[in-house]
């Protein structure tokens, strides 16, 4: 039996080598723990829901001590690049925002500040080195969510109320639209824009207008929607937030498609601390497979959807996380069928 008997300079070489390598992990270890600076910037209250998702997640992070967390509201697209540029210059390491409507803009503003990292609601491509970019693609679990409002109208009339005719709503009604026929071929829709991302008010009266027309059955892709229903006794679906539970939809609301941003939030923050942060689409992060997205419970109404129908949506829910069973994306603007 022949056994390894190191040198005496190979044994320094390695007793050298121990303390180098503890070092080398404590400091791979010290970077990953240590927080970094992190700005969020809203045109929105953050009581609006797109927004407070974002906001949501952030602050998790923050009371995780993952982050220093600061950010504005409010902040109107005439104003975004002067934040975006004052937090920039204040030391950030990471922006999560919203670039809509500012594309070319926002970009610039990344061309300027390639160490900060930004990541930006945006409907275009990455740009440059730094300029990450996310949307809203929870047409998976709105798909599902069709499948159960079609099962349950009576009149084969569903409501459909949206903030504006852009692709990642156009999406979610469409995926809605798709996942109501494939249980209910006879289903018809109608279709209304409010031109506004938070009017309460101006989303309940079209809700009462299309009940108005025959609907009986609401999918609220705004605020507002949910009162109207309970107001004239129908049900409805949530969107981004759980709206039985957070929107006062207690015995209206039959669930909601979730958004979720904490499994986006979490991967920009570990990129930008190990410092491998790149300009990417973040879309993925934003689906169901890596948790940005799901079918929120069923509440007070689970023992009132039939067990066939929860049976599909559960057979294709988990199709749907496999990749056996695609969601098609539709940005285009829907139209009422009747």
Known sequence: MNIFKPSKRQLLKFLWAVPLMAVTALAANETLAAK????????????????????????????????????????????????????????????????????????????????????????????????????????????????????MTKSNKIGMVGGYPIGEV????????????????????????????????????????????????????????????????????????????????TGVVVTSALWHMESAIGNAIADVKSGSFKAADYKEWTMMAKGGASLAPYYEFDDKISSDIKAKVSALKAEIMSGAFTVEINDEQPKSTY
């Open 36 to 151: 970094i600076k992190v700005a969020g910037i809203y045109t929105q209250p953050i009581q609006q829901k797109w927004d407070a998702r974002l906001h949501q997640a952030l602050d998790k992070a923050a009371k995780a001590g993952e982050i220093d967390y600061v950010y504005s509201e409010k902040v109107a697209n005439t104003d975004y690049v002067r934040v975006l540029r004052e937090y920039a210059e204040s030391g950030v390491n990471l922006v999560v925002g919203e670039a809509f409507g500012i594309s070319k803009e926002a970009r610039q503003v990344a061309d300027d500040y390639p160490e900060v990292a930004f990541l930006m609601g945006d409907p275009f491509k990455p740009h440059g080195s730094n300029f990450a970019v996310f949307d809203n693609y929870i047409h998976e679990p709105c798909y599902l969510m069709g499948m159960i409002a079609g099962s």
């Open 170 to 249: 156009n999406r979610l009604f469409h995926a809605f639209m798709a996942g109501a026929r494939a249980t209910n071929p006879d289903v018809q829709f109608k279709v209304t824009f409010i031109g506004s991302w938070y009017d309460p008010p101006k989303a309940k009266e079209a809700a009462f207008a299309q009940l108005e027309a025959g609907v009986d059955v609401l999918y609220a892709e705004r605020a507002g929607v949910v009162d109207a229903a309970r107001e004239k006794g129908v049900i409805a679906f949530g969107n981004v937030n759980d709206m039985n539970k957070e929107e006062n939809g």
